[in-house]
């Protein structure tokens, strides 16, 4: 069993950044891939950056890429997201995720991949 909670949102101006962490527990986290979704107001959860268990390789939306970092510290059971440049269309609940995720980066972006989910927390980029 993995349990999830995110931390580090919060308001912040266009142009600035956030990060996010995602702190986990149970012994086989380090077994696992880790993502970010995110869901804005009106719209459906959607896919933002995921990192395969040992942090060798990462998958970005299009809509973040170069502009957002994942990383992971699976000494501390705690996983990363540098959000950087924010825009206003970034304001969003961002969830966490984890589970084993077959090889492949179409099933590192798929919701249906992670059985493991945090409550999210809420980041707001104002204009």
């Known amino acids: 069993q993995v349990q999830l909670v995110e931390s580090g949102g919060g308001l912040v101006q266009a142009g600035g950044s956030l990060r996010l962490s995602c702190a986990t527990s149970?012994?086989?986290?380090?077994?696992?891939?880790a993502a970010w979704f995110r869901r804005a107001p009106g719209k459906e959860r959607e896919f933002v950056a995921a990192?395969?268990?040992?942090?060798?390789?990462?998958y970005y939306a299009d809509s973040v890429k170069g502009r957002f970092t994942i990383s992971r510290d699976n000494a501390k059971n705690t996983v990363y997201l540098q959000m950087n440049s924010l825009k206003p269309e970034d304001t969003a609940i961002y969830y966490c995720?984890?589970?084993?995720?077959?090889?492949?980066?179409?099933?590192?972006?798929?919701?249906?991949?992670?059985?493991?989910w945090g409550q999210g927390t809420q980041v707001t980029v104002s204009s």
């Open positions: 990192i395969n268990w040992n942090g060798g390789n990462t």
């Open positions: 149970g012994r086989t986290f380090t077994n696992y891939a």
């Open positions: 995720a984890a589970d084993r995720v077959y090889s492949g980066s179409y099933y590192y972006t798929q919701e249906s991949s992670y059985g493991y």
